[in-house]
């Protein structure tokens, strides 16, 4: 089976609220994810999240800390995801290639819907 290993970032206000984007293109369009993406060779974790928001939302952030690694089997490939506690440094999370955004509160986590690897960092979320 394809192996895909990517980053995600949780970002997070000084309220507790995180950022959440919901995708525009692929299978899984219009479900609800952490913004990140594919890791490049030679790159840790950390290089390739800061890239890849740049990338997507013309933001940097601070990486803080990881809060967990998913692996999930999707039909045609492995996920592995390494999740990340971030916070915006400079920039204003302008949407390039996601359809909408909403920032969630921990009692508003379960209002999308999630891919299903998302799964279970929102579960983690929930119980901390």
Same mark, same amino acid.
């Given at each position: 089976m394809k192996q895909i290993e990517v980053v995600a970032a949780i970002i997070h206000d000084d309220e507790g609220c995180v950022f959440a984007t919901q995708r525009g293109y692929g299978d899984y369009k219009d479900y609800w994810e952490f913004p990140g993406g594919k890791m490049e060779v030679g790159e840790t974790a950390e290089e390739a999240l800061k890239r %890849?928001?740049?990338e997507e939302l013309e933001t940097r952030i601070i990486v803080e800390s990881l809060v967990q690694t998913v %692996?999930? *089997?999707?039909p !045609?490939?492995?996920l592995t995801m390494h999740c990340y506690y971030c916070h915006v440094e400079s920039?204003?999370?302008t949407l390039k290639e996601h359809e909408a !955004?909403?920032?969630l509160?921990? *009692?508003e986590l379960d209002s999308v819907q999630w891919l299903p690897a998302d799964w279970q960092i929102i579960e983690t979320l929930k119980h901390q």
């Open positions: %890849e928001i740049w %692996e999930w *089997d999707y !045609a490939f492995h920039g204003t999370l !955004a909403r920032w509160s921990k *009692d």
